[in-house]
T-cell receptor, first 114, second 114 residues
Framework: DAGVIQSPRHEVTEMGQEVTLRCKPI?????LFWYRQTMMRGLELLIY????????DSGMPEDRFSAKMPNASFSTLKIQPSEPRDSAVYFC????????????FGPGTRLLVL | KNQVEQSPQSLIILEGKNCTLQ??????????LRWYKQDTGRGPVSLTI?????NTKSNGRYTATLDADTKQSSLHITASQLSDSASYIC?????????????FGGGTRLMVKP
């Protein structure tokens, strides 16, 4: 199994630009999570989906952030417009079952907004 | 307010030595507690997950303990190896009528020196 796949691995963009991060969960997993990690705030849960439906998006920082899961094998996290304070590593994770099950993390996307 | 505090923030030990990392939480109502290992530049990897009724759980040289009465957990690493150098993150899950919620500790950065 390839594990959770994220793309791109690195993204450098200018303030105001749209950024789209992509995730392919492990096949057969029905929950998907988006996290953000910074030195200052550590790891934060942004949103999670179960069976492609957003269950909890209370961690999404503001309206500039949106996430979709059009099917069981693909999800996107979009930031529009991006700001320098969005610079972070964004992780996608998947699990069988919901929050109480073991989550498997992808390698992350390192985002730098100039 | 739900909180997870980890100590120490950082730790340096010699290869072959044992060490213990601490996690204190005030999360309620408690659902489970997980320890993750995160190598530099990679996503977190689950080490253990414990529910209320579990006191100890091992994963190779890693042993996690949980005292639900005092709301404390520890992660003990036996005969440390250079590859144990990483950040260790404690995550506590709460489950109430609003659903599940994860609270993350700030992590302990462990360095194992030869």
């Amino acid at each position: 199994d390839a594990g959770v796949i994220q793309s791109p691995r690195h993204e450098v963009t200018e303030m105001g630009q749209e950024v789209t991060l992509r995730c392919k969960p492990i096949s057969g997993h029905n929950s998907l999570f988006w996290y953000r990690q910074t030195m200052m705030r550590g790891l934060e849960l942004l949103i999670y989906f179960n069976n492609n439906v957003p269950i909890d998006d209370s961690g999404m920082p503001e309206d500039r952030f949106s996430a979709k899961m059009p099917n069981a094998s693909f999800s996107t996290l979009k930031i529009q417009p991006s700001e320098p304070r969005d610079s972070a590593v964004y992780f996608c994770a998947s699990s069988m079952g919901q929050m109480q099950e073991t989550q498997y993390f992808g390698p992350g996307t390192r985002l730098l907004v100039l | 307010k739900n909180q997870v505090e980890q100590s120490p923030q950082s730790l340096i030990i010699l290869e072959g030595k044992n060490c213990t990392l601490q996690c204190n939480y005030t999360v309620s109502p408690f659902s489970n507690l997980r320890w993750y290992k995160q190598d530099t530049g990679r996503g977190p990897v689950s080490l253990t997950i414990m529910t209320f009724s579990e006191n100890t759980k091992s994963n190779g040289r890693y042993t996690a303990t949980l005292d639900a009465d005092t709301k404390q957990s520890s992660l003990h690493i036996t005969a440390s190896q250079l590859s144990d150098s990483a950040s260790y993150i404690c995550v506590v899950s709460a489950h109430d009528n609003a659903g599940n919620m994860l609270t993350f500790g700030g992590g302990t950065r462990l360095m194992v020196k030869p």
